[in-house]
């Protein structure tokens, strides 16, 4: 039996996640949380093998959701299930732990399949976002060594500063103060041995 965590804040959206997971004979729903901070609340004590995450939640996103969740266990899947399909939006999920990632409109069966095939260790994606993840994978392709010892939560930073955000805008958005943003962000120059964020961006994301 797949137990399945829906976060959601649309009432609409999670009741029809919420039928079809009990239509379907080897799925049962654990419970369904309208924001992030209700799951990560209880997540160390919920049994729950597939989480289908919202990307757009008030308070915090469902990316930061996984970010924090994935590392406290590595054994739940994470799927996003959203309407945001841009490269950005895609990128970060997958580097903070999402193993899928289905746009909304998708069909109760391939959702069913989807959750099976995450469940059984596959990355189930909607093939218009497939295409995306090869292309985005391509463009923005690692060339370093260094790269791959960033921490989830330091690529999080790198990608915000990647868009342009400044530390402080960077601290809002993750809910944490400047200072920690400064030290992120030093400890991500000694990894990949550099000293400014130009030099950090150019090194990680070489331009084409």
């Known amino acids: 039996m797949i137990q399945i965590a829906i976060v959601e804040d649309d ?3 999670s009741q029809a996640l919420s039928d079809l997971i009990s239509s379907e004979s080897d799925f049962t729903l654990v419970k369904i949380f309208p924001d992030a901070e209700s799951i990560i609340q209880v997540f160390m004590d919920l049994t729950v093998d597939v989480v289908l995450m919202d990307i757009g939640l008030p308070g915090q ?3 930061q959701a996984v970010a924090k969740l994935k590392s406290r266990k590595p054994e739940v899947q994470f799927i996003m299930c959203t309407v945001f399909d841009d ?3 895609i990128f970060q999920s997958l580097c903070m732990g999402a193993t899928g990632y289905l746009v909304k409109n998708t069909t109760s069966d391939k959702l069913s399949d989807a ?12 093939a218009s976002i497939a295409r995306k993840v090869v292309q985005s994978f391509q463009q923005r392709a690692v060339q370093s060594g260094e790269a791959a010892l960033l921490s989830p939560r330091q690529w ?3 990608n915000l500063l990647d868009q342009g955000y400044r530390y402080k805008e960077i601290a809002e958005k993750m809910s944490l103060s400047f200072e920690t943003i400064r030290t992120y962000c030093r400890n991500i120059y000694e990894l990949l041995q ?3 964020r130009t030099d950090a961006l150019n090194k990680v994301f070489p331009k084409k």
Do not use: C, F, K, Q
């Not at 959750?115 to 909607?126: E, H, Q, Y």
């Open 11 to 13: 009432s609409e959206i």
């Open 61 to 63: 996103s469902g990316i």
């Open 87 to 89: 490269d950005e939006s």
């Open 115 to 126: 959750i099976r095939t995450a469940n059984n260790g596959g990355s189930p994606m909607s």
């Open 156 to 158: 999080e930073v790198l």
């Open 194 to 196: 550099v000293h400014s």
